[in-house]
């Protein structure tokens, strides 16, 4: 009876695997433990809080190929777990949740869960996923016959002396790089370093690392010790939790248009963390600063088209400008930035070839430089994955357009086709819409180029930035002049005075809130060397960012976010859209001050000193 057992067993796994094409291990778990959230977990909570902190931080991690990780939670109530498997899933199961969230409340659980789940992506971003992780996995739930299933099916070979070490490398190193995506993805990793308690009861990362799957055993070779890890995670948490403020500073002085302290910022952010996001943004500052030149020195170029682009904020987006035609290229400056966003853009592609934020990046700045086949093939990769993906038909059309014109071919009935496809796919996209109205115009088509002139001028999504007042004053002959709104912008928080010495600040919250980097030499073309100290104030949801010790911005996040339509609506439009993967930055420049928008709701408020954006 127990090898007919074995054998049925046998059989409808390897059945099971045939119909997956023997590799679908995600399939497998489903197929034998069961889908917790769609059977027993369908009004648990916490299996939707796992998924929202999965998808925000999976938005962080470097990805190897063009797999999209899954989060798959198994009915499996024993002993709480996290998988990474070869096909780009990741397991775990309610004890899981259970370790997270039970007895901490959400905020704490969601810091938790991030980190687990990061340090699983991290296994998959470096291909870390070995096939004896899965059958110690069985082994230590105590089912020797999938065990021997497992050994079977997945051909487990090699020494476990001589793979021991390589092991343990592998689970310190996805310890750092979880940490980094839990803290990128807005993850407050404090909470974790100090969650002991006074009798260590609440000492979750040595539960953790004690409860995880072949640790749970004393003397496994296959992972450190369980005091050791909880030990090195401790510390690494906190040295991710020094530096991503790095980071965080960066988004906020690139948001504001400070790009060469922002690209200083990033640049050492990337020194012990070089992950896409900041190879990604640090492409967005140099392309942001040959923009800055574009539009000073050659105001026709810059004016042409609207690109799509981005900047991530822990996946935050923001859409940018235009390419030219002229000579632009022979300028010094502009070609080195341009070069430099180029390269950093490929480099952030190479840590996630699924990733659309990076190619848009890409695009934008090959055209720019006049390489269009690439940046219609960067589109082309995202188009292969996300076809009705607006902002890469945006930036296809464009480089198809000056691909005709290089190869002396008319290309824009097609490129005029493909952005009226993405209008109709999103009749807010302000970029298409301007672009729309600039090709009819180039074929003198003046009657079809109003049309679009004025839906974009019409449009409330539509920032009152230098290309809305350009199509302004194209179309009525007179210069744009934003309705007088006497409405001021909410108030500095109580204490703080942008402008003002930090010393202040720093004498009443004290030292242990202080962060102090030491940025300088961003890879400039001048060869010019020059410093700047970046101090960061963080206390009670209030960030200070000061600049040698004068405070230039301020961030509150919002303990109960407001609807953002009642603030607008008060407010007008912003003067600058910045756009993140769940939502959108609102930038006012006129009354220095931003809203952060997810959901339709303001969860966060930025105050700015000064102004250089564009």
């Known amino acids: 009876m127990k090898y007919l057992i074995l054998f049925l067993l046998i059989l409808a796994f390897c059945s099971f695997s045939q119909t997956n094409k023997g590799s679908n291990n995600i399939g497998w778990w489903v197929y034998y433990f069961g889908d917790y959230p769609q059977t027993d977990g369908k009004t648990d909570p916490r299996a939707e809080w796992t998924k929202e902190v999965f998808e925000r931080v999976k938005s962080v991690a470097d990805r190897v190929d063009a797999r999209d990780p899954q989060l798959v939670i198994i009915k499996d109530k024993r002993v709480g777990y996290a998988l990474a498997l070869p096909d780009g899933g990741i397991i775990i199961n309610p004890s899981t949740l259970s370790d997270c969230y039970d007895g901490s409340g959400r905020t704490l659980g969601d810091s938790r869960m991030a980190f687990i789940l990061g340090h699983e992506l991290a296994h998959l971003s470096n291909r870390d996923y070995t096939q004896q992780e ?18 079977q099916e997945l051909n487990v070979r090699g020494d476990e002396k001589s793979r021991s070490e390589d092991s343990k490398k592998k689970e310190i190193m996805a310890d750092a790089q979880g940490a980094v995506y839990a803290a990128m993805s807005g993850f407050d990793l404090n909470l974790l370093i100090g969650d002991q308690g006074e009798n260590k009861k609440e000492n979750f990362l040595q539960q953790w690392a004690g409860k995880s799957l072949g640790q749970s055993r004393s003397g496994d070779p296959r992972h450190p010790s369980m005091q050791s890890r909880a030990q090195l995670i401790r510390a690494q948490l906190a040295a991710v939790a020094r530096q991503v403020e790095l980071f965080k500073a960066g988004v906020l002085l690139f948001q504001v248009g400070s790009f060469h302290d922002a690209a200083a910022a990033f640049i050492e952010f990337s020194k012990p ?55 632009y290229l022979k300028d010094k400056d502009i070609l080195f930035y341009i070069t430099k966003a180029e390269e950093y853009f490929k480099l952030a592609v190479s840590r996630d070839p699924s990733g659309s934020s990076s190619r848009y990046n890409l695009a934008a700045a090959s055209i720019l430089k006049k390489e269009y086949a690439q940046a219609m093939w960067a589109c082309d990769e995202i188009l292969k994955h996300s076809p009705q993906d607006v902002d890469a038909l945006n930036n296809k059309a464009v480089a198809f357009y000056y691909y005709g014109k290089k190869e002396d071919l008319d290309f824009t009935q097609k490129a005029i086709k493909t952005l009226e496809d993405a209008l109709r796919l999103k009749p807010s996209s302000y970029e298409t819409l301007y672009n729309l109205a600039a090709l009819k115009n180039s074929l003198n088509r003046v009657s079809g180029a109003k049309k679009y002139w004025e839906k974009y001028l019409d449009l409330a999504t539509a920032p009152r930035d230098n290309f809305y007042a350009y199509v302004y004053k194209h179309l009525y002959g007179k210069n744009y ?22 010393a202040g600040i720093k004498k009443k919250w004290g030292k242990t809130h202080l962060k102090i980097y030491k940025l300088g030499n961003m890879e400039s073309n001048t060869g010019n060397s020059w410093a700047i100290d970046l101090q960061v104030l963080v206390k009670d949801h209030i960030r200070v960012i000061a600049l040698d010790g004068f405070v230039e911005i301020v961030e509150k996040e919002s303990v109960s976010p407001g609807d953002v339509k009642s603030i607008t609506s008060k407010l007008g439009p912003p003067t600058k859209m910045v756009r993140h993967g769940m939502g959108s930055f609102w930038v006012y420049k006129e009354k220095g001050f931003s809203i952060k928008v997810v959901n339709g709701k303001a969860v966060s408020y930025t105050w700015f000193a000064g102004n250089s954006s564009k």
């Not at 899965?134 to 050994?151: P, Q, V």
């Not at 026709?300 to 035609?325: M, N």
Request: with cysteine.
């Open 134 to 151: 899965a059958f110690a996995a069985m082994e230590s739930l105590g089912d020797k016959t999938i065990d021997k299933i497992l050994k």
């Open 273 to 327: 963390y070089p992950s896409r996001e900041v190879f990604n943004n640090i492409g967005a500052c140099y392309l942001h600063l040959t923009l800055d030149l574009l539009h000073l020195k050659y105001t026709d170029d810059y004016y042409r088209f609207r690109l799509s682009s981005s900047i991530d904020y822990s996946t935050t987006s923001e859409r940018i400008h235009p390419r030219g035609s002229d000579n």
């Open 481 to 502: 002049s934003k309705p007088i709104n006497n409405v001021p912008a909410p108030q500095v928080p109580s204490g703080i005075k942008l402008g003002d010495d930090l």
